[in-house]
């Protein structure tokens, strides 16, 4: 049986479970649902619990093990003399994939695939299968003995969840007395289910974690870190021999952020401090949300922005008659794109927190004749110092993870220069540039971009923890 | 001192001054972050909206028998071994008699060269439909075919005599005769549908590059974290907001919820590479492991807006209906959470709308691909491969001719009136439902 119609019979005896269940509960409780401990629907609900979670548990990790368990096993069946320099195993198992699928069309046309190698490939190719290389015996013996072992797990598959979801409904059919506690049966269930779903933030985090830790790990075996941490040169040679330093790279990371940070700031702040103590409530209506959009753009966009209108710009007003050089890809460019798109972040937090200042502190010192200003310099700003610092920290770490304007906008060469004009890369460009295309995962070239991503993950991180513990403690300061 | 308070000292007048020039940073933050904005908006606008109006030329097209079937069988086998070159020069012979029959003079240029000014993908198109509809051969039928890039391009400003003239695949010779096709009614400028429904097109045909499959991708990719996220967010959100008791699990559970928001999309790329692809052996360039990796992504950015409006709804709520013997999940599902709904769909929607821009974690699971086939039906073509929407942009924008900048443009521009629907339809939503207690 396909999955599809195996899921549909599933759902089939679930909902008869839950009718069978619910009128089981009415029939012992002698048609009068209050001598029941719970509404008719709890004991049809146990029911059709019971029945359908193992069979799909079930489910889940027969299909979870069943491919590499039938792969290795129809793999066993290869000659080791088909594998040769021009056809590798992986190309030799792809065609022995291809012809699996050709053999299950040709049994499902009431056909019977030939044991003949020539006549086999015509009727494969009459079903729209073409093989890169041309079958051998062994191939075939792989490609029939996956067939078959797929087959065979379908059938067992279908038998042990029609038997599993029966056995579930049959003890749940005999834990039901009217004195069945229900309700709190399925509502342990679905708590259950309420803190599995809660858990995937973790698991995701362990997940991020460990696939980056694993592959860093695996990294440092084939390359020495501390030429890894302190070399200067980034040269990497898909041939062997490259030299994978990260300073070029966390320089221009840095270089960038800070230029971010350098439009992004003062921007941010000042506006921020207008708003909230400045402009009337329709000022403050139009503007905030204006200000908000430029957070809800997508960074491709910026990139885009950034590749074709700030970067040629720059080149030809600023950096070529002034003589600091022709590219029109630079680190002033990515960086001022990054500013404005960090603009909001800087803004929106600051507001928040400078609104949290209380009023008595501006009404003591406006009381006491300073002007507004004197007031903002000398009092708002500093009370509300600590959350501007960790708004100011999370716009960093929201620089340093940006990708795409710097992908577009930065350059791909690694380099360490003052120039601002010039171009140069960050950790996040080499992480894309390392990782895309054809990817042989055993080269230090490739999985350089692990211990990229776990630098640039440990880096955020700790900025994003110590802008909450500043913003954290500032707000406690206040309530 | 002396004077009257009336009359500004020295002292006053400075700080007055310090004053208005405060105010005047302010004001000046705020013109610039707008400015940016605008700026912004306009570089991608008329960058863009060229994109959607495409050079088009319209003409009877005689497909010649002799040319398209040698034998006369008609049969399928024999015409799919004609190839679109076949079919190029029957457009080109075409365009020539036209010419000639309208008395446009084509001045120094060879036939030959009548046959460059139109697309390489219409000559394709002719072929699919001719394959489609045998019995059109033979027959002259009205067939508009596209324009190549250099002579839609110069229509949009792109191209000029002086460009061309140093450009080998055109001439300042054919840009005039386009001129002179314009005049005569050949030659239009039209709407141009195949942006939206015409697959990617090779890097030489701009003209006939479109977002069709990049739209079909990124669909799937919404339908996907919608289906996930939504259920598997508000459950996390309930069980964080209205049951977690207060211990160094439920914590834990909370500042990584925080950390995550903040973790950059390219390490979520990282994960979906290295977990959905090497590890779980899910094909690349799919939309399946692009949802996945967005739903790991998106989630903890609906779960805080959701703790938010569940939060927001008051305890008496929750009070009157344990007064009454509900359970306590009774309580959340059958009362808070429906009063909670508007913010939870509001603060979804707008997960989504990051989700629909996301570019750099898609690029590491290989969906920046050439993709030219349109994915089959779901679910099977969840694990076709496709494109997405940002990812397209990404890809034109490393492509060499200038067209592609064009469409690039344009397609944010698709992108972006995605992305206001959504939060219009978020703002709505809450300004409809959201009540504030």
């Not at chain 1, 937090?349 to 004749?369: H, K, M, T």
């Not at chain 1, 310099?377 to 960790?390: E, K, S, T």
């Not at chain 1, 060469?413 to 042989?440: R, W, Y």
């Not at chain 2, 691909?369 to 496709?386: M, W």
Request: include cysteine; aromatic fraction near 8%.
């Amino acid at each position: 049986m396909q999955l599809g119609p195996l899921l549909l019979l599933l759902v089939i005896l679930t909902v008869f479970a839950y009718i069978a269940g619910r009128a089981r509960a009415i029939s012992l409780a002698g048609g009068d649902s209050r001598k029941l401990h719970s509404l008719p629907a709890f004991y049809g609900r146990a029911a059709a619990i019971a029945a359908a979670v193992p069979a799909l548990i079930l489910i889940v990790v027969w299909l979870i093990v069943q491919g590499p368990m039938l792969e290795s096993r129809a793999m066993a069946l290869l000659d080791p003399a088909d594998i040769t320099a021009e056809r590798s195993i992986e190309a030799v198992s792809a065609d022995v994939h291809r012809m699996t699928g050709g053999l299950n069309a040709i049994l499902r046309s009431g056909q019977t695939p030939s044991t003949d190698v020539a006549t086999l490939t015509g009727q494969l190719k009459t079903h729209n299968v073409t093989l890169q290389g041309a079958p051998t015996a062994s191939m075939i013996a792989a490609a029939t003995a996956l067939e078959v072992g797929q087959h065979r797990s379908r059938v067992w598959l279908s038998l042990l969840t029609a038997l599993v979801a029966l056995a579930g409904f049959a003890l749940a059919w005999r834990q039901i007395t009217p004195e069945y506690r229900a309700r709190n049966a399925t509502e342990r269930f679905s708590m259950a289910l309420l803190i599995g779903c809660s858990l995937i933030a973790v698991l995701t985090t362990l997940g991020i974690i460990a696939s980056l830790l694993f592959e860093t790990i695996h990294f440092f075996q084939l390359y020495p870190w501390q030429k890894f941490f302190f070399s200067t040169t980034w040269n990497p040679q898909f041939g062997g021999g490259s030299d994978l330093g990260i300073l070029p790279l966390v320089w221009g990371t840095l270089y960038i952020s800070t230029i971010a940070l350098v439009v992004a700031v003062p921007i941010g702040l000042f506006s921020a401090i207008y708003l909230s103590e400045y402009a009337g409530s329709r000022m403050r209506a139009v503007v905030k949300p204006a200000i908000e959009i430029l957070a809800g753009i997508p960074t491709i966009v910026y990139g885009l922005f950034a590749l074709i209108t700030v970067g040629p710009l720059l080149r030809d007003w600023i950096a070529q008659p002034m003589g600091f050089g022709n590219s029109s890809t630079s680190v002033a460019t990515a960086g001022l794109v990054m500013g404005i798109m960090v603009i909001p972040f800087v803004s929106s937090l600051s507001d928040d927190i400078i609104n949290a200042v209380p009023q008595s502190l501006r009404d003591g010192s406006l009381a006491i004749g300073a002007t507004p200003s004197e007031t903002v310099r000398q009092v708002v700003i500093p009370a509300a110092l600590p959350g501007i610092v960790g708004a100011v920290l999370l716009a960093a770490s929201r620089a340093i993870g940006e990708t795409m304007i710097v992908v577009l906008g930065a350059g791909a060469s690694a380099k360490l220069s003052l120039n601002p004009f010039e171009a140069m890369t960050t950790i996040t460009v080499k992480i894309v540039s390392q990782l895309t295309g054809d990817t042989e995962f055993a080269s230090p070239e490739t999985l350089v971009a692990f211990a990229l991503g776990l630098t640039l993950f440990c880096f955020t991180l700790a900025l994003n923890v110590l802008a909450q513990i500043i913003v954290r403690r500032y707000r406690e300061q206040y309530e | 001192m002396s004077g009257s308070l009336f009359e500004q000292d020295r002292k006053t007048a400075v700080r007055n001054a310090a004053e208005k020039r405060f105010r005047a940073y302010g004001l000046t933050a705020i013109i610039l972050a707008l400015l940016a904005l605008v700026w912004l908006l306009i570089s991608i606008l008329g960058n863009g909206l060229p994109a959607f109006r495409q050079t088009m030329m319209t003409f009877p097209v005689t497909l010649d028998a002799a040319v398209l079937d040698k034998s006369g069988n008609r049969t399928p086998e024999e015409l799919a071994k004609v190839t679109t070159i076949a079919y190029g020069k029957v457009l080109a012979t075409s365009l020539t008699a036209e010419l000639a029959a309208r008395g446009i003079d084509i001045g120094a240029l060879q036939p030959k060269d009548i046959g460059s000014l139109i697309s390489e993908e219409s000559s394709a198109q002719l072929r699919n439909k001719v394959l489609a509809d045998p019995a059109l051969i033979g027959t002259v039928i009205p067939f508009t075919v596209l324009a190549t890039g250099r002579i839609d391009g110069y229509f949009k400003g792109r191209v000029t005599m002086a460009s061309a003239a140093l450009d080998k695949n055109t001439s300042p010779e054919k840009l005039v005769l386009a001129d002179k096709m314009k005049d005569a009614g050949i030659l239009a400028m039209r709407f141009n549908t195949g942006f939206f429904f015409l697959p990617d097109a090779s890097d030489k045909r701009p003209e006939a590059a479109g977002l069709g499959v990049a739209i079909i991708g990124s669909a799937y990719m919404m339908l996907i974290v919608l289906l996930l996220t939504l259920p598997i967010g508000v459950a996390a959100s309930v069980y964080l907001q209205e049951f977690a008791p207060k211990n160094w699990f439920t914590d834990l559970i909370e500042v990584n919820i925080a950390n995550l928001a903040a973790v950059p999309s390219i390490v979520y790329g990282i994960l979906g590479l290295s977990f959905f692809i090497n590890f779980a052996g899910l094909p690349r360039s799919a939309p399946i492991v692009g949802g996945l990796v967005l739903v790991l992504m998106t989630l903890p950015r609906i779960i805080i807006p959701t703790r938010a409006a569940l939060q927001a709804v008051p305890p008496s709520i929750r009070d009157a209906a344990l007064g009454v013997g509900a359970s306590k999940l009774q309580t959340v599902f059958h009362h808070v959470l429906p009063l909670a709904m508007p913010g939870v769909l509001t603060g979804t929607i707008i997960g989504l709308a990051q989700a629909l821009g996301e570019t750099a974690p898609l690029l590491l699971i290989g969906m920046v691909a050439f993709v030219k086939d349109f994915p089959s039906a779901p679910p099977q073509g969840f694990f076709d491969p496709a494109s997405a929407l940002p990812v397209q942009i990404f890809n034109w924008t490393t492509r060499g001719d200038p067209g592609f900048v064009e469409r690039a443009s344009g397609a944010i521009i698709v992108l972006l009136v995605f992305l206001v629907i959504m939060n219009a339809g978020a703002i709505a939503l809450r300004s409809r439902f959201e009540r504030r207690w």
